[in-house]
């Protein structure tokens, strides 16, 4: 009976297992996560169906005693993976949240965040290890994509001219551009993050105003634009602004910020105010004022400057005289010429390493013994000067040898007393050891010629796209100046497994070091795995690595006896805030030991100069890429633009592209009341060329790629169209696998779209559409001026009439008809008194000679090239015939030399002299006009002078008698254009122009 019980006992226990068996499986296989559990030598026992699935197979039970290099991983992922399990195991401590790669069963490439987590029996021992992890690939990804678009974002931002700055509610800033940087003088735009007004360079009554404008925009939720307010910038300048601000809202319409734009318009403002506020007898006081002010701040300066020159020396002074002082021990010496005897007291002896004697009592002999025998002629010359008289006290700095070898340096000084016949009898005085002061103005020499070396660093590393080769130059400067026989640039970098390494950048040996089998250059090495970790926490944390071989732990002296390294300094490189890698000097042929205190100050800013060039080469590439790009919009913009022919304008568009984004085939479709019109496509790489005709009319709904982009205004990218629900594919179009279409847009409205297709899948990518939304903003600016184009031409067709005809009335009809007048009274004139009718024949031919030259003139007018085809001298006999038609006035014209011009030259003359004969006629009230055109190779002058009323220039407003647009054409063919003129002695106008000097060889003169 008790057999059957535990019988059935056991059965129910079993049952009960197995069913939580099934149930751990069953609650495994269903959480997202991926699961697993491996024994102590990382081989595994189980898994859950998302493992399997992605080691590729299959099913869970098939994991079981498989290891990572036996699933679908890669080599290098399978030893990393196994490394972490050890690692793991070894410490017996779990590690959560890593991002690790993965190589899936299906080919795909993802990023996991791992935990790993050690398994104990009952007794604690590790046994396996359990390990989850989740695939967030997509995450990483839209991280990366984030990031893009904000760097894109960022870009535009920085290169706008407006200064431009957000803030929260509490008016915090959360960003800004770098003209707002700059003039805030916080240097990045990443420092204004958390800073308000207050914290900024303007004064506290400014930030007070900005703070209630900012306050006043978010609480009525209304947007103030152009209104101007002082500001006071990082660099002292008092500015004034032409600011807008804009209220910021949440998806639910609350205002949750403010975003501000500026305009620096201080150059306008004082302008206007000079106008209002200048007046002579001011501007000369001032002038006489300022003129003595400035004389006094310079002389001002001058003291100053000595005062401070003369600090400086009184300082060092007293730093020297205390180094010495506090460096130095000082003994006394007493020399009797009668007995030759030499005194030195306790504390010089000691000085000298000389035994004592018990009276202290020496020979000069032996003082002269001790000096090094390099300085005892030196020493014995000095003397002999002041005992002769032929210097007025005995002061020499000197070196000496003691007993042991040691050499010190000393500064000896003595005065001799003289008896009544003037013969020396004694000398006295003290000798200081200057031992340390000697080292430590080593040390600042050696710190001195680091700063030298920096200095000519400097200048070789700010020199554009020649970074890589200033280097060995650099290095070897520093190197030699440091002492080391080897200097180099180690650069961090990490491998597909996450190691850090460091490689040889650049390096630099002396002449008596030469790398060879036993001393070879320092190769590439892991931290890590060389035993150089505390280093790696040290470098990142800023600090010098720098002794001797003999001194580091057994692991780091392994690693620097590999490679015969005895001394070494290694300074951490921060480039942009990252450590990007060390500058080393070591030596492999005798030990050197690093001040540490100016040396390796020195070579800090060493390496701070190093990340800073390297930060620039990285900017300058960036911005080489982003110049590329630039030049390639502008060149087609430019070409876009330089026709307003709306054909060729989409033909250029077509042809112009392929430099912004690469693509197989291009096709334009244009929008119009409306309706989609297909105006032009071109085939880039012989894909087949049928498909539907050009001119096609269409509804935007037939295409539905069309119709989104025209909703959302935004580039549409197509990886793969056959498996996209936007595509309709259309006659000739089979063999497109991608496609990438951005609308054109003007005035906030879709006009077309330029459609790109390519024979590749998933060819195009963000960064191409956002290349073809630019192009595509082009291409709209160019469209629009087409059609305006098309409009104006009309439009001055019917102006030109018009034009005309006021023209016919107000010069050659009137003419006319005061000539038929004339002619009609003639015959009874010339009968009733000759004479009279003399004159009005005379007055006739005048008459219908001007009518005639007036619609010489309007023919030019109405045929431009007619203007460059005439000589500039016949321009102006049909410009001075005409004006002494319409009045009485003679102008007498003067031609010298045959002009042969470039047209915009010619044509640019023509025009003034028009407009000058035009203000002389209106205004002068002159009776007779001198005209002189002198033409000779390289230069043309045109002088116009007539005896009229004259005016006076100073108080002429710019704007009277057409002198802007003189002196605007004038400018823009680079003439010099002079007018002078008086009341009551006529005006003169001058312009001459000069051909402009070219390099170029040009066998052929324009005039």
Same mark, same amino acid.
């Given at each position: 009976?008790?057999?059957?019980?535990?019988?059935?006992? @056991?059965? &129910?226990?079993? $049952?009960?297992? =197995? *069913?939580? #068996? !099934?149930?751990?499986?069953?609650?495994?296989?269903?959480?997202?996560?991926?699961?697993?559990?491996?024994?102590?030598?990382?081989?595994?026992?189980?898994?859950?169906?998302?493992?399997?699935?992605?080691?590729?197979?299959?099913?869970?039970?098939?994991?079981?005693?498989?290891?990572?290099?036996?699933?679908?991983?890669?080599?290098?992922?399978?030893?990393?993976?196994?490394?972490?399990?050890?690692?793991?195991?070894?410490?017996?401590?779990?590690?959560?949240?890593?991002?690790?790669?993965?190589?899936?069963?299906?080919?795909?490439?993802?990023?996991?965040?791992?935990?790993?987590?050690?398994?104990?029996?009952?007794?604690?021992?590790?046994?396996?290890?359990?390990?989850?992890?989740?695939?967030?690939? @997509?995450? &990483?990804?839209? $991280?990366?994509? =984030? *990031?893009? #678009? !904000?760097?894109?974002?960022?870009?535009?931002?920085?290169?706008?001219?407006?200064?431009?700055?957000?803030?929260?509610?509490?008016?915090?800033?959360?960003?800004?551009?770098?003209?707002?940087?700059?003039?805030?003088?916080?240097?990045?735009?990443?420092?204004?993050?958390?800073?308000?007004?207050?914290?900024?360079?303007?004064?506290?009554?400014?930030?007070?105003?900005?703070?209630?404008?900012?306050?006043?925009?978010?609480?009525?939720?209304?947007?103030?634009?152009?209104?101007?307010?002082?500001?006071?910038?990082?660099?002292?300048?008092?500015?004034?602004l032409q600011t807008n601000k804009i209220p910021l809202h949440d998806a639910e319409g609350n205002v949750v910020g403010i975003l501000g734009t500026y305009e620096d318009i201080t150059e306008r403002i004082q302008a206007e105010r000079a106008l209002k506020e200048a007046r002579d007898d001011l501007e000369k006081r001032v002038k006489a004022r300022t003129a003595e002010l400035s004389a006094t701040n310079e002389q001002l300066k001058q003291e100053i400057a000595e005062r401070q020159r003369a600090e400086e020396a009184l300082r060092l002074s007293k730093e020297r005289y205390a180094l010495a002082v506090n460096a130095g021990r000082t003994g006394i010496w007493e020399w009797n010429t009668a007995t030759a005897s030499l005194y030195l007291d306790p504390s010089l002896r000691a000085i000298f390493g000389m035994d004592d004697v018990d009276d202290g009592r020496h020979q000069l002999s032996d003082l002269l013994a001790v000096v090094h025998p390099e300085d005892r002629v030196a020493v014995s010359r000095s003397m002999s000067r002041h005992l002769q008289g032929l210097a007025h006290h005995y002061e020499q700095e000197y070196r000496i040898l003691r007993a042991n070898q040691e050499v010190r340096s000393v500064l000896a000084r003595g005065s001799?007393?003289?008896?009544?016949?003037?013969?020396?009898?004694?000398?006295?005085?003290?000798?200081?050891?200057?031992?340390?002061?000697?080292?430590?103005?080593?040390?600042?020499?050696?710190?001195?010629?680091?700063?030298?070396?920096?200095?000519?660093?400097?200048?070789?590393?700010?020199?554009?796209?020649?970074?890589?080769?200033?280097?060995?130059?650099?290095?070897?400067?520093?190197?030699?100046?440091?002492?080391?026989?080897?200097?180099?640039?180690?650069?961090?970098?990490?491998?597909?497994?996450?190691?850090?390494?460091?490689?040889?950048?650049?390096?630099?040996?002396?002449?008596?070091?030469?790398?060879?089998?036993?001393?070879?250059?320092?190769?590439?090495?892991?931290?890590?795995?060389?035993?150089?970790?505390?280093?790696?926490?040290?470098?990142?944390?800023?600090?010098?690595?720098?002794?001797?071989?003999?001194?580091?732990?057994?692991?780091?002296?392994?690693?620097?006896?590999?490679?015969?390294?005895?001394?070494?300094?290694?300074?951490?490189?921060?480039?942009?805030?990252?450590?990007?890698?060390?500058?080393?000097?070591?030596?492999?042929?005798?030990?050197?030991?690093?001040?540490?205190?100016?040396?390796?100050?020195?070579?800090?800013?060493?390496?701070?100069?190093?990340?800073?060039?390297?930060?620039?080469?990285?900017?300058?590439?960036?911005?080489?890429?982003?110049?590329?790009?630039?030049?390639?919009?502008?060149?087609?913009?430019?070409?876009?633009?330089?026709?307003?022919?709306?054909?060729?304008?989409?033909?250029?568009?077509?042809?112009?592209?392929?430099?912004?984004?690469?693509?197989?085939?291009?096709?334009?479709?244009?929008?119009?009341?409306?309706?989609?019109?297909?105006?032009?496509?071109?085939?880039?790489?012989?894909?087949?060329?049928?498909?539907?005709?050009?001119?096609?009319?269409?509804?935007?709904?037939?295409?539905?790629?069309?119709?989104?982009?025209?909703?959302?205004?935004?580039?549409?990218?197509?990886?793969?169209?056959?498996?996209?629900?936007?595509?309709?594919?259309?006659?000739?179009?089979?063999?497109?696998?991608?496609?990438?279409?951005?609308?054109?847009?003007?005035?906030?409205?879709?006009?077309?779209?330029?459609?790109?297709?390519?024979?590749?899948?998933?060819?195009?990518?963000?960064?191409?559409?956002?290349?073809?939304?630019?192009?595509?903003?082009?291409?709209?600016?160019?469209?629009?001026?087409?059609?305006?184009?098309?409009?104006?031409?009309?439009?001055?067709?019917?102006?030109?009439?018009?034009?005309?005809?006021?023209?016919?009335?107000?010069?050659?009809?009137?003419?006319?008809?005061?000539?038929?007048?004339?002619?009609?009274?003639?015959?009874?004139?010339?009968?009733?008194?000759?004479?009279?009718?003399?004159?009005?024949?005379?007055?006739?031919?005048?008459?219908?000679?001007?009518?005639?030259?007036?619609?010489?003139?309007?023919?030019?007018?109405?045929?431009?090239?007619?203007?460059?085809?005439?000589?500039?001298?016949?321009?102006?006999?049909?410009?001075?015939?005409?004006?002494?038609?319409?009045?009485?006035?003679?102008?007498?014209?003067?031609?010298?030399?045959?002009?042969?011009?470039?047209?915009?030259?010619?044509?640019?003359?023509?025009?003034?002299?028009?407009?000058?004969?035009?203000?002389?006629?209106?205004?002068?009230?002159?009776?007779?006009?001198?005209?002189?055109?002198?033409?000779?190779?390289?230069?043309?002058?045109?002088?116009?002078?007539?005896?009229?009323?004259?005016?006076?220039?100073?108080?002429?407003?710019?704007?009277?008698?057409?002198?802007?647009?003189?002196?605007?054409?004038?400018?823009?063919?680079?003439?010099?254009?002079?007018?002078?003129?008086?009341?009551?002695?006529?005006?003169?106008?001058?312009?001459?122009?000069?051909?402009?000097?070219?390099?170029?060889?040009?066998?052929?003169?324009?005039?």
């Amino acid at each position: 009976m008790s057999s059957k019980f535990y019988t059935e006992a @056991e059965d &129910k226990s079993t $049952e009960v297992e =197995l *069913r939580a #068996s !099934q149930l751990l499986h069953l609650i495994m296989d269903n959480i997202p996560q991926a699961v697993f559990w491996k024994d102590r030598n990382s081989i595994y026992l189980w898994c859950n169906r998302n493992f399997a699935i992605d080691a590729g197979v299959a099913v869970p039970e098939n994991i079981v005693g498989k290891t990572d290099h036996d699933l679908a991983w890669t080599a290098a992922e399978a030893e990393s993976f196994r490394d972490v399990d050890r690692r793991v195991m070894d410490q017996d401590s779990p590690e959560y949240n890593f991002i690790e790669p993965q190589t899936q069963a299906d080919g795909k490439f993802a990023w996991l965040e791992t935990n790993k987590i050690p398994l104990h029996d009952a007794e604690g021992h590790v046994i396996g290890i359990l390990g989850t992890y989740e695939d967030i690939t @997509e995450r &990483k990804q839209a $991280e990366e994509a =984030l *990031r893009t #678009s !904000q760097q894109m974002l960022r870009l535009v931002i920085d290169n706008i001219p407006q200064a431009v700055f957000w803030k929260d509610s509490n008016s915090v800033y959360l960003g800004c551009n770098i003209s707002f940087a700059v003039d805030a003088g916080v240097g990045s735009p990443d420092n204004i993050v958390g800073k308000t007004d207050q914290d900024l360079a303007w004064t506290p009554e400014q930030a007070g105003n900005f703070f209630r404008d900012d306050q006043r925009v978010m609480a009525n939720d209304k947007p103030e634009y152009n209104f101007i307010e002082p500001q006071t910038q990082a660099d002292g300048k008092l500015a004034w602004l032409q600011t807008n601000k804009i209220p910021l809202h949440d998806a639910e319409g609350n205002v949750v910020g403010i975003l501000g734009t500026y305009e620096d318009i201080t150059e306008r403002i004082q302008a206007e105010r000079a106008l209002k506020e200048a007046r002579d007898d001011l501007e000369k006081r001032v002038k006489a004022r300022t003129a003595e002010l400035s004389a006094t701040n310079e002389q001002l300066k001058q003291e100053i400057a000595e005062r401070q020159r003369a600090e400086e020396a009184l300082r060092l002074s007293k730093e020297r005289y205390a180094l010495a002082v506090n460096a130095g021990r000082t003994g006394i010496w007493e020399w009797n010429t009668a007995t030759a005897s030499l005194y030195l007291d306790p504390s010089l002896r000691a000085i000298f390493g000389m035994d004592d004697v018990d009276d202290g009592r020496h020979q000069l002999s032996d003082l002269l013994a001790v000096v090094h025998p390099e300085d005892r002629v030196a020493v014995s010359r000095s003397m002999s000067r002041h005992l002769q008289g032929l210097a007025h006290h005995y002061e020499q700095e000197y070196r000496i040898l003691r007993a042991n070898q040691e050499v010190r340096s000393v500064l000896a000084r003595g005065s001799a007393f003289l008896d009544k016949s003037g013969i020396p009898v004694r000398m006295m005085g003290s000798i200081t050891d200057i031992t340390a002061l000697k080292l430590a103005e080593e040390a600042l020499q050696r710190r001195d010629q680091i700063l030298e070396a920096l200095a000519y660093a400097s200048q070789h590393l700010l020199l554009p796209d020649s970074l890589d080769e200033a280097l060995p130059g650099v290095l070897g400067q520093i190197g030699q100046a440091v002492g080391f026989s080897r200097a180099y640039i180690l650069k961090n970098y990490t491998t597909f497994d996450g190691e850090l390494w460091a490689g040889r950048h650049a390096v630099w040996s002396a002449e008596n070091h030469r790398p060879g089998v036993d001393v070879p250059y320092l190769p590439d090495f892991a931290y890590l795995p060389s035993g150089l970790g505390r280093w790696v926490r040290l470098l990142k944390a800023g600090a010098i690595i720098s002794g001797l071989c003999r001194d580091f732990t057994e692991q780091e002296r392994r690693f620097l006896t590999a490679q015969h390294i005895l001394s070494l300094s290694w300074v951490p490189i921060f480039s942009e805030g990252e450590w990007w890698g060390v500058i080393g000097f070591d030596d492999c042929l005798q030990e050197r030991q690093v001040d540490l205190g100016a040396e390796l100050d020195a070579l800090r800013n060493a390496a701070s100069a190093l990340g800073s060039a390297f930060a620039q080469q990285r900017i300058r590439a960036a911005e080489r890429e982003q110049r590329t790009l630039a030049e390639a919009l502008r060149d087609t913009a430019a070409l876009l633009n330089s026709t307003l022919n709306l054909d060729e304008v989409l033909d250029r568009i077509l042809s112009e592209i392929g430099r912004v984004v690469p693509h197989d085939m291009a096709d334009i479709i244009l929008v119009e009341s409306g309706d989609s019109h297909s105006m032009r496509y071109r085939s880039v790489m012989g894909q087949p060329s049928q498909r539907q005709e050009v001119n096609l009319t269409f509804a935007l709904d037939e295409l539905p790629n069309l119709h989104q982009m025209a909703q959302t205004k935004e580039p549409l990218i197509i990886q793969d169209v056959h498996e996209a629900p936007l595509w309709v594919e259309r006659p000739g179009t089979c063999w497109v696998r991608s496609y990438l279409g951005a609308p054109i847009q003007s005035e906030g409205k879709v006009i077309g779209f330029i459609n790109l297709n390519s024979a590749t899948k998933g060819f195009f990518d963000l960064h191409h559409a956002e290349r073809l939304r630019a192009f595509a903003n082009q291409a709209a600016i160019a469209i629009q001026n087409a059609r305006l184009y098309e409009q104006a031409q009309a439009l001055a067709a019917l102006e030109e009439r018009q034009r005309l005809a006021r023209d016919l009335h107000d010069a050659v009809s009137q003419t006319l008809w005061t000539a038929s007048l004339i002619a009609d009274v003639l015959p009874t004139l010339w009968e009733e008194d000759i004479d009279e009718g003399q004159r009005s024949l005379a007055q006739l031919r005048r008459l219908t000679r001007g009518a005639l030259a007036e619609m010489r003139t309007m023919l030019l007018e109405l045929r431009p090239t007619a203007l460059v085809e005439a000589s500039l001298g016949d321009l102006m006999d049909h410009l001075a015939k005409a004006t002494m038609s319409r009045k009485k006035l003679d102008i007498a014209l003067t031609v010298q030399g045959q002009c042969l011009l470039p047209p915009d030259v010619q044509v640019g003359l023509y025009r003034i002299a028009q407009e000058t004969l035009n203000n002389t006629a209106k205004h002068a009230r002159a009776t007779h006009v001198d005209m002189d055109l002198y033409c000779a190779p390289g230069v043309v002058t045109l002088s116009i002078r007539d005896n009229g009323r004259g005016f006076n220039i100073e108080k002429l407003s710019p704007e009277r008698l057409g002198l802007g647009i003189m002196h605007e054409r004038a400018a823009m063919l680079n003439a010099d254009l002079s007018i002078t003129s008086a009341v009551g002695a006529g005006t003169g106008v001058t312009i001459t122009w000069r051909k402009p000097v070219t390099t170029t060889d040009d066998h052929e003169e324009e005039l």
